[in-house]
């Protein structure tokens, strides 16, 4: 079993996984249940699942990228994963709650509009 784990490819077969059945899960998802359309298209947890899976994977070969150029006792690999990690984490933090603000100034509205 640890073989299994500790095989690259099986890695690289798990990480393309996460990568695809998200959004094409969320795709099938919209389509499939037209009642919930409206509802998952503003939900931050849906944009959440659907970008989380092909972002890890992005964030692990970036990872396994500079790793593998600097040496895993590298301090500067460190530091730049580091500093990578946290300027995506602010990202994604940002993009949410800009759409969240959005979408509260937009209900706003329209209970002003009332």
């Keep these: 079993m640890v073989d299994f784990m500790l095989d690259p490819r099986n890695v690289a077969r798990a990480g393309w996984f996460l990568a695809f059945v998200p959004p094409v899960a969320a795709v099938t998802a919209l389509v499939l249940h037209e009642p919930w359309r409206r509802r998952l298209l503003h939900s931050a947890v849906f944009w959440t699942a659907v970008g989380a899976g092909p972002l ?26 580091l500093v990578l990690f946290c300027l995506v984490g602010l990202g994604v933090s940002w993009l949410l709650r800009s759409r969240a603000a959005r979408r509260s100034a937009d209900a706003s509205e329209e209970e002003g509009d009332r």
């Design 56 to 81: 890890i994977v992005a964030l692990w070969f970036v990872f396994n990228a500079v790793e593998d150029f600097f040496g895993l006792d590298s301090v500067l690999a460190l530091t730049l994963n």
